[in-house]
């Protein structure tokens, strides 16, 4: 598969101006420098279909060098980022009405920062491009198919998935391991892309931000380790909201709109029902699961949801031949969705 079988991917991919940033300064061992370079050339591919890959520039192993480089070239450095971020969240403290889509991309990239900063990217040039264009796909089908979506692999074994502001969204190679096959991993991206579609990440800060809660905040989880590049006060509600997890209002949400999204763009209606029962059978020492599990709802609570939601109006999607990730990576020349790939009905 390839940029020119998919023009809206192509416009999609030229206003993705963090997808090589995020390769620039991360923390790759010896071993994956020449991985980390066809990853920065792959990026920028994507960023620029019609010019050749150029080699990501090399920045400074440092924090403060993955935070100047994710929040791009364009925006000021020093005081004035800080004070950009400062504004930035002024507005989270007031009303969401005031953030318009440039605002809500420029502070889904400082979030982006938080993430990036704890775990660099997964050093596989053909992983990377397959779950980036796969999530590119889905996000077609959604309410919001201009943003700059952005998909990337975090390395870290966990079973995890993040999504920021904007359109950034990360899972981990843990989670890459652990799903049975491609259905399964474009429910968890559907899933992803409907916290985005509906400013879930926005909402919960607005209202940490507006409860008073900034102080607490940041004195028991703000370490400003990102050389004051950006705002400590919207670092800090970032991170709180990480750790703490969304509404389950919102989780629910995301799964029933995430079942939707993932079927219209052609997977299996069950796949995330498939990952919920993994997810539900996981010992509670599991230190895998461990995050995912303490910021989400508990895993039956979504599947007696998503069963009264569902019913059985999707089962005509479902029973397809399932496509394992491995394989999908094997047929280099095939699209993600050329099949819709499915699983017979999960049972519970």
């Known amino acids: 598969m390839t940029l020119h079988h998919f023009p809206q991917l192509a416009a999609a991919a030229r206003h993705t101006a963090l997808a090589l940033a995020l390769l620039a300064g991360l923390p790759f061992n010896a071993q994956a420098q020449d991985a980390g370079k066809a990853l920065g050339g792959l990026f920028q591919s994507l960023i620029r279909p019609n010019q050749p890959a150029q080699p990501a520039p090399s920045q400074p192993n440092t924090a403060s060098g993955l935070a100047g480089a994710l929040l791009g070239a364009s925006l000021s450095p020093g005081g004035q980022q800080a004070a950009q971020g400062g504004d930035l969240f002024k507005l989270l403290s007031q009303s969401l009405d005031q953030i318009d889509e440039p605002r809500e991309i420029q502070i889904g990239q400082q ?53 920021a502001p904007g359109g950034y969204v990360f899972v981990t190679k843990g989670l890459i391991d652990r799903v049975a096959d491609e259905g399964e991993l474009a429910g968890i991206l559907a899933h992803e892309i409907t916290h985005v579609t509906a400013k879930h990440h926005l909402i919960a800060m607005n209202k940490t931000a507006r409860a008073g809660l900034l102080t607490q905040v940041i004195s028991s989880q703000l370490k400003n380790d990102l050389g004051g590049m950006v705002s400590s006060q919207l670092l800090a509600l970032g991170k709180n909201m990480y750790s703490k997890g969304l509404d389950q209002q919102d989780e629910f949400d995301a799964d029933r709109t995430g079942v939707a999204l ?22 509670p ?3 895998s699961f461990a995050l995912s599990l303490s910021t989400h709802p508990p895993a039956q609570t979504r599947l007696n949801q998503l069963e009264q939601a569902m019913g059985t109006r999707l089962d005509a999607y ?31």
């Open 262 to 283: 993932a079927t219209r763009a052609g997977f299996d209606p069950y796949g995330l029902v498939a990952v919920l029962q993994q997810l539900r059978t996981a010992a």
């Open 318 to 348: 479902a029973g397809q031949p399932a496509v394992t990730v491995a394989q999908r990576l094997s047929s280099a020349n095939r699209r993600p969705t050329a099949q819709a790939p499915g699983r017979a009905p999960a049972k519970k």
């Open 111 to 163: 979030l982006a920062a938080v993430l990036l900063g704890s775990k660099p990217l997964y050093p596989d040039v053909a992983l990377q491009r397959y779950v980036n264009q796969l999530g590119r796909w889905i996000s077609l089908q959604s309410s919001r198919p201009d943003l700059p979506w952005t998909f990337a692999i975090l390395d870290d074994p966990g079973f995890n998935a993040f999504a």
């Open 285 to 287: 020492d599991d230190a």
